[in-house]
């Protein structure tokens, strides 16, 4: 199931080979997919593409902001980027991913691929309809 206009991507995850593997399969489905291995250089992608519509990040990054301060900084300064969340630690974090509005989807670690590309779509697939 391919969207009618692929968007751009950016996966924030700081394992390499996860986050290899994630964007490999976002460009299969023919996405355009930027990559950050933290929290940081994340942000500073945003700054530099600003054609980004879904951020797909893991809430544990290094540095000084993980993925939900991201997903907070992204709803104040980015309103219009949709961000999927993933976390081997869920269940302590759905009050907070909550109240971040464009929080579009939670994918549980550990994942299959596919989850993550199809929840992107869906997430697409949404905000076009809206």
Known sequence: MKTATPKKVL???????????VADALR??????LQAFSGEQALDMLLRHR???VVFTDINLPGAVDGLMLAEEIEHRWPGVEVLVT???????VDRLES??????FVPKPYPVKAVTRRIHEIIESHAAA
């Open 87 to 93: 976390s081997g630690n869920h269940m302590a974090l």
């Open 11 to 21: 996966v924030v995850e700081d394992e390499v080979l996860v986050n290899w593997d």
């Open 100 to 105: 971040i509005r464009n929080f579009g989807r």
């Open 51 to 53: 054609d980004v519509g």
């Open 28 to 33: 299969d489905d023919g996405f355009e997919v």
